[in-house]
């Protein structure tokens, strides 16, 4: 049970080609966000559609992965924890960022040329 203090499971499809960077000791991270859709009837029977997204953190060898095949629209199913940070932006106002940090993946839907 004590993995499941912290995890998130989800499928859905890239938003954006991920960003990758490399830390000044040579680490690879990637950035990326996916949506995922829902839908429901309300009150007057309508079917509502619902997109949430997500913002996701890959380091070391799977940001390499990532960075090579996966592409805006492309579907994954991840694995990964809630982190949440924060910063002080330009005008001194203190942010607050909330990222699932990806420990698996895998990748869905038809292979890309």
């Known amino acids: 049970m004590n993995n499941l203090k912290n995890s998130v499971r989800l499928i859905g ?3 954006m080609n991920p960003e990758v960077k490399e830390t000044t000791n040579g680490k690879k991270l990637a950035k990326f966000s996916i949506a995922t859709n829902d839908s429901y009837r309300d009150e007057k029977g309508k ?3 619902e997109t949430q997204w ?3 953190v890959v380091w070391g060898k ?4 990532v960075e090579k095949y996966l592409k805006k629209g492309s579907e994954v199913a ?3 924890k809630l982190s949440t940070r924060n910063y002080t932006d330009k ?3 203190k942010r ?4 699932i940090v990806v420990t698996e993946f895998l990748m ?3 292979k890309t040329a």
Do not use: P
């Not at 799977?62 to 992965?65: R, S």
């Not at 607050?96 to 990222?99: A, L, P, R």
């Open 91 to 93: 005008e001194g106002v």
């Open 108 to 110: 869905l839907g038809a």
């Open 62 to 65: 799977q940001a390499e992965i």
């Open 54 to 56: 997500h913002n996701l």
């Open 47 to 49: 079917e509502v559609k």
């Open 78 to 80: 991840i694995e990964g």
């Open 13 to 15: 499809n890239l938003g």
């Open 96 to 99: 607050y960022v909330t990222e």
